[in-house]
């Protein structure tokens, strides 16, 4: 069962993904990423079917399979807490500093 209480820096990640949960197919876009989960968007019609402890498997753009369990659900989506491999882990690893590289250099 998922019981992780969130621990991770969070980043935003405008990335587009493909889930796979109990034979269902959804896709939707990712609101934001860390190195231990991410929260999707979800279309409505497919949030009925998803539980909390739920195994899901993701294909994020750029970043490539990887699988988790349903940690929560909210309104317009959930998240998932990964259960990655040291190859997934090292992927995401990478993405988030290759956003903190960009963001480094905006200047606000």
Excluded: C, H, W
């Excluded at 998803?50 to 989506?77: H, K, M, P």
Aim: avoid cysteine.
């Amino acid at each position: 069962m998922v019981d992780k209480v969130q621990r991770q820096a969070r980043y935003p990640l405008k990335r587009r993904y493909k889930a796979k949960v109990n034979k269902r197919k959804i896709e939707g876009e990712i609101e934001d990423i860390s190195a231990s989960g991410v929260a999707v968007r979800a279309p409505p019609d497919s949030l009925f079917n998803i539980e909390n402890d739920q195994f899901i498997e993701l294909q994020i753009e750029n970043i490539g399979n990887i699988s988790g369990r349903v940690a929560r659900i909210y309104e317009n989506g959930f998240a998932i807490a990964f259960e990655p491999g040291q190859k997934e882990t090292e992927k995401i690893t990478d993405e988030i500093k290759k956003f903190r590289k960009v963001t480094a250099r905006r200047k606000f």
